[in-house]
């Protein structure tokens, strides 16, 4: 696959984080062993060697980070995946050098793949910040201990950092459900919830729209 080495390219960037926002006052050796593991178990693992409600502010944002990445597809890891978040990456780029098409190892990758990429971000966003943002109300808690919990549902990773056996009823509810979905799968979600078009033969005029 033309992005497989994206995968490891990502994890690599999650080992360094984790490697300097967390665990300062243990030794180096144990610094990358913890960075290692509580990176890669991110994916879909949902196991942890440390206090993760220890963490503080900036390992957390870095480990919401990477389970809404999630792992690779056609495993069975959850979240966008790390294909569409490198689509998505290189899409970028395209715009900042201005490029017509975009690219990845001498190969052109089509519009539709971009597209779909994007729809399942945002389907993605959508559900994790909606869920921790109602969690937070609901239970009056931080909102980013809430959207800790609510990525690690989407995701379908299993990582907690303590609340959730002491969440009420509704909560659990809603976590319940951004499990299922998140296990269902973002492009699988958008092809359920919206009709099929039938193909057109004719294209509406083009508007240029200044972004950014």
């Not at 984790?18 to 593991?37: K, M, P, T």
């Not at 980013?144 to 919990?149: A, I, P």
């Amino acid at each position: 696959m033309l992005l497989k080495n994206r995968k490891h390219i990502t994890s690599f960037q999650a080992i360094i984080l984790r490697f300097f926002c967390e665990y300062n006052s243990e030794g180096a050796h144990d610094r990358v062993i913890h960075s290692l593991f509580q990176s890669v178990t991110t994916r879909t693992a949902g196991f942890n060697t440390t206090d993760l409600a220890a963490m503080d502010e900036s390992g957390t944002a870095v480990m919401i980070i990477l389970m809404l990445i999630g792992g690779s597809p056609g495993s069975t890891a959850g979240g966008i995946k790390t294909v569409a978040f490198a689509v998505l990456f290189l899409a970028a780029v395209t715009v900042f050098t201005r490029r017509n098409d975009v690219q990845c190892f001498k190969r052109r990758i089509s519009d539709e793949t971009v597209r779909s990429a994007g729809a399942v971000l945002f389907v993605y966003l959508l559900l994790f910040f909606t869920g921790g943002v109602i969690i937070s109300r609901i239970e009056g808690l931080p909102l980013l201990t809430c959207l800790f919990e609510t990525s690690s549902a989407v995701g379908t990773v299993g990582l907690t950092l303590g609340i959730t056996s002491g969440l009420s009823a509704v909560s659990r509810v809603i976590l319940m459900i951004l499990m299922f979905l998140g296990r269902v799968g973002g492009l699988t979600m958008i092809y359920a919830a919206m009709p099929s078009s039938e193909s057109q033969n004719s294209r509406l005029p083009l508007e240029k729209i200044s972004v950014g």
